[in-house]
């Protein structure tokens, strides 16, 4: 009989049990999916340094400013579109350039359309005349160009050092195309003065 009783008292706990396990399971399921779904977000950005993902998190903060800008109805529907895309594309460059290289370091990144060419540059040339890594105007870097709905053709700002750099090796080039002659101190005499 008491045997009897302990497979009673036995059977009388695991019956809850049976019941709540599909009830735990999925809610277990529930709570690991929930938890997957927010970090997806952010897992893209663990492959990264600190660096890159501070720039990749400045540029979600910009992305919030002008959402809220549009919503506050600040700035026009153009305009949106526009920095929208434009942060897609400074934010796919990133990404390629912190990939490719396996470098937590970005330059500075500057993303134009063709008709703002001439925000960078005194005497836009035209994009199509553009290499991937030429250097234009000892300034910037042409890293490519990235279509967000529209094309951005994108920039690296070379450092004071890189530019320091270009610039004497522009002198010593410039220095070897000259002549011996012209090399020379051009000695400078004025005519005689004649008094009457």
């Known amino acids: 009989m008491q045997y009897c009783k302990q497979i009673i008292i036995l059977r009388a706990l695991n019956m809850p049990t049976r019941k709540a396990t599909p009830a735990l399971i999925l809610i277990v399921i529930l709570f690991t999916l929930g938890s997957v779904h927010s970090q997806t977000g952010r897992d893209s950005d663990q492959e990264f340094g600190p660096v890159v993902r501070a720039y990749l998190g400045y540029l979600r903060n910009e992305q919030e400013v002008v959402d809220d800008r549009a919503s506050r109805r600040e700035i026009s529907s153009n305009y949106y579109r526009r920095n929208s895309n434009r ?4 934010r796919q460059m990133a990404i ?7 470098n937590d370091y970005l330059p500075e990144l500057e993303a134009v359309a063709v008709d703002e060419f001439g925000l960078l540059f005194e005497r836009p040339r035209p994009a199509s005349s553009l290499k991937v890594g030429e250097v234009v105007n000892n300034t910037f870097r042409f890293l490519g160009s990235v279509r967000s709905v529209e094309i951005f053709y994108l920039f690296a700002r070379l450092d004071p050092y890189e530019q320091a ?26 005519t005689r003065r004649v008094v009457p």
Do not use: F
Not at 87 to 90: E, P, Y
Not at 96 to 102: D, G, H, S
Not at 165 to 190: F, G, Y
């Open 96 to 102: 390629r350039l912190a990939r490719e290289t396996n």
């Open 165 to 190: 750099e270009l610039n004497e090796k522009n002198k010593v080039s410039v220095q070897k195309d000259l002549t011996p002659t012209d090399l020379e101190p051009k000695t400078i005499t004025r």
């Open 87 to 90: 942060i897609k594309a400074l």
